[in-house]
């Protein structure tokens, strides 16, 4: 047994009753997310664990119709969690241009940006279909595309430029609308690739069903430009909203609701650094009343599977681990 293995055994036993468990209604299986592009399992260089209480029927392995689950990866080193959202992301889009014939990503700001970059490397490079990818942005800051502060600018400058996906499949947000314009065009652009097939939508929710959603999250438990305390997290009809008075600047900026994020068939969340430990910390431990919920602790994949990226730093404040 590998010493991630052993690891991994060990604590998945002492989490059977430990501080990770979450209030939940759903069933958690423990899924390793790394596939081949084969779809060959491969071992992570992780410590994985389920999150929530295991059904009988997640311990086989089986995943049940509507069922959504969430899992826990730790990474000893960045370049592994690197390694393993790389091939995360490559095997989803395999799956999904199988499957549908397209791909719908979606980015955010920040690290993340970084954490991808294995993507642009062999194997990956030659092996994506990246002309089936679609990309949109979970949150955009509300600058002109080659302002230093953009989320379009960062993704292209870090990634997107140095992959073949097609220009026209790059969903950037409007640059020359204000916030709240510039929300409801990008929630038309989301409607009109709904109709034409593209996005597909989600069964469960009626809200578009993204193929996988790549987030991270802020030291106060933000996530996409969801802030907490923010009225906008409570927003459920909209699938775009905006914010004037972001704490993080810049301060004017578009985001998707949570009934988008919480439809999505998969959700990324790469979360790094010690100073994220203490939001980390009251997200697993479950004990958030539903009065101050950290908006990192709404997330919740109504008929779909989330996949937490971390480092060591970024979970230790988890007694169990
Ligand atoms: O545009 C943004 O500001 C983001 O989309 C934001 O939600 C970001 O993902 C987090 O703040 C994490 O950023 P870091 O990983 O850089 O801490």
């Known amino acids: 047994m590998s010493t991630a293995t052993a690891a991994a055994a060990a604590a998945s036993t002492s989490l059977s009753s430990s501080t990770l468990r979450r209030s939940s209604t ?14 060959r399992l491969l071992s992570s260089s992780a410590a994985q664990f389920p999150l929530g209480p295991v059904s009988a029927m997640a311990t086989s392995g089986a995943s049940a119709e509507g069922a959504s689950r969430k899992n826990l990866l730790i990474f000893d080193a960045e370049e592994d969690l690197a390694a393993s959202l790389a091939e995360h992301t490559a095997g989803l889009s395999e799956k999904f241009v199988a499957e549908r014939g397209a791909f719908t990503v979606v980015l955010s700001g920040g690290s993340l940006i970084k954490a991808l970059r294995k993507l ?33 600018k960062l993704a292209m400058d870090g990634f997107l430029s140095k992959v073949p996906v097609l220009a026209n499949q790059i969903y950037a947000m409007n640059d020359t609308l204000a916030a709240e314009g510039a929300a409801a065009d990008y929630e038309s652009r989301l409607n009109q690739l709904i109709k034409n097939g593209v996005i597909a939508s989600s069964p469960a929710t009626g809200f578009p069903k993204f193929d996988l ?26 699938l775009v909203t905006y914010v004037q008075d972001s704490p993080k600047p810049p301060p004017e900026r578009i985001t998707f609701t949570f009934p988008v994020i919480n439809s999505s068939a ?24 539903s009065s101050d919920l950290l908006p990192v602790e709404m997330i919740e994949p109504q008929d779909g599977e989330m996949t937490w990226f971390t480092d060591k730093q970024a979970v230790s404040m988890l007694s169990s681990l």
């Open 266 to 289: 998969h959700i990324a969340l790469t979360v790094t650094g010690a100073g994220k430990a203490g939001a980390v910390h009251k997200t697993l431990s479950g004990n958030g009343r």
């Open 120 to 152: 642009a490397e062999p194997p990956y490079l030659e092996a994506v279909d990246w002309t089936r990818w679609h990309v949109f942005w979970a949150d955009e800051r509300v600058v002109p595309k080659d302002h230093a502060d953009s989320n379009y």
């Open 26 to 39: 759903s069933s958690r299986i423990l899924a390793n997310p790394c596939r081949s592009l084969s779809g």
């Open 213 to 238: 959603m790549l987030l991270g999250m802020g030291p106060d438990g933000h996530i996409a430009s969801l802030f907490p305390g923010h009225p906008i997290v409570h927003e459920n009809q909209k």
